[in-house]
């Protein structure tokens, strides 16, 4: 049986080193199952590197990273989809790890208003809409732990809308972790909040804890912890 009271991810003094230039950590951490972490930092704090870690795109580490979910959704910067096999194709294709059904991907396409490009090229989408076919890929199966790198990023307003519904119908299926520079965005479905600054986490707490906090920009929040 499922021990419901296991962290979905433990971090244990996790270090990242680039050469001389860059270094993320020491990072120890962990995250529960059903909760929404929200990580705030500007360019260059080590956003995307955590994240890579968790899911083992980077392995080159020190310290311990161990993730408890069987199935993992995530929505990176650079994705790899097929430019010449259509929507459908690709969702089919490269979801077939998850076992996901024909009509859930029907059903996806169908909330984010995609169903009249299901048939087309991907390469033929607009930057906006192929970000929503990344985010229905991460979302599709409800894996127990989904991964979003900038997910608003080329999405236009009622893009937006959409990711943060399903943000709202996935929060009792999956444990979530979001990075962001709206901090505004984050607040409206976030359980928890992690900043970090040049590659160090000056804070993580829940909400309630990181509502004194009134900095609406990234920059803006991370300067903040500078002074």
Same mark, same amino acid.
């Given at each position: 049986?499922?021990?419901?009271?296991?962290?979905?991810?433990?971090?244990?003094?996790?270090?990242?080193?680039?050469?001389?230039?860059?270094?993320?950590?020491?990072?120890?951490?962990?995250? #529960? =199952?059903?909760?929404?972490?929200? %990580? !705030?930092?500007?360019? $260059? /704090?080590?956003?995307?590197? &955590?994240?890579?870690?968790?899911?083992?795109?980077?392995?080159?580490?020190?310290?311990?990273?161990?993730?408890?979910?069987?199935?993992?959704?995530?929505?990176?910067?650079?994705?790899?989809?097929?430019?010449?096999?259509?929507?459908?194709?690709?969702?089919?294709?490269?979801?077939?790890?998850?076992?996901?059904?024909?009509?859930?991907?029907?059903?996806?396409?169908?909330?984010?208003?995609?169903?009249?490009?299901?048939?087309?090229?991907?390469?033929?989408?607009?930057?906006? #809409? =192929?970000?929503?076919?990344?985010? %229905? !890929?991460?979302?599709? $199966? /409800?894996?127990?732990?989904? &991964?979003?790198?900038?997910?608003?990023?080329?999405?236009?307003?009622?893009?937006?809308?959409?990711?943060?519904?399903?943000?709202?119908?996935?929060?009792?299926?999956?444990?979530?972790?979001?990075?962001?520079?709206?901090?505004?965005?984050?607040?409206?479905?976030?359980?928890?909040?992690?900043?970090?600054?040049?590659?160090?986490?000056?804070?993580?707490?829940?909400?309630?804890?990181?509502?004194?906090?009134?900095?609406?920009?990234?920059?803006?929040?991370?300067?903040?912890?500078?002074?």
């Amino acid at each position: 049986m499922e021990d419901q009271n296991i962290p979905v991810v433990i971090i244990d003094n996790l270090c990242v080193q680039y050469g001389n230039d860059f270094q993320l950590g020491p990072i120890t951490y962990s995250l #529960n =199952k059903g909760a929404i972490l929200g %990580i !705030l930092g500007n360019n $260059g /704090s080590g956003k995307s590197t &955590l994240m890579h870690c968790i899911v083992n795109f980077i392995s080159d580490y020190e310290g311990e990273v161990v993730v408890n979910a069987n199935k993992i959704g995530f929505c990176f910067q650079t994705p790899s989809f097929y430019p010449n096999k259509t929507v459908f194709e690709n969702l089919r294709v490269l979801s077939l790890n998850k076992q996901v059904k024909t009509t859930e991907i029907k059903d996806a396409l169908d909330f984010f208003n995609l169903s009249t490009y299901k048939n087309k090229p991907f390469k033929v989408l607009s930057g906006g #809409n =192929k970000k929503r076919v990344e985010i %229905i !890929l991460a979302i599709l $199966g /409800s894996p127990e732990l989904i &991964l979003f790198d900038e997910p608003t990023a080329n999405l236009d307003e009622p893009g937006v809308e959409l990711f943060n519904q399903s943000i709202n119908l996935l929060k009792d299926k999956s444990t979530i972790i979001i990075n962001n520079h709206n901090s505004s965005e984050l607040r409206s479905y976030c359980t928890d909040f992690m900043v970090l600054q040049n590659g160090s986490m000056v804070e993580a707490v829940n909400k309630e804890n990181f509502n004194h906090v009134t900095y609406i920009d990234a920059d803006d929040l991370v300067h903040a912890y500078s002074q």
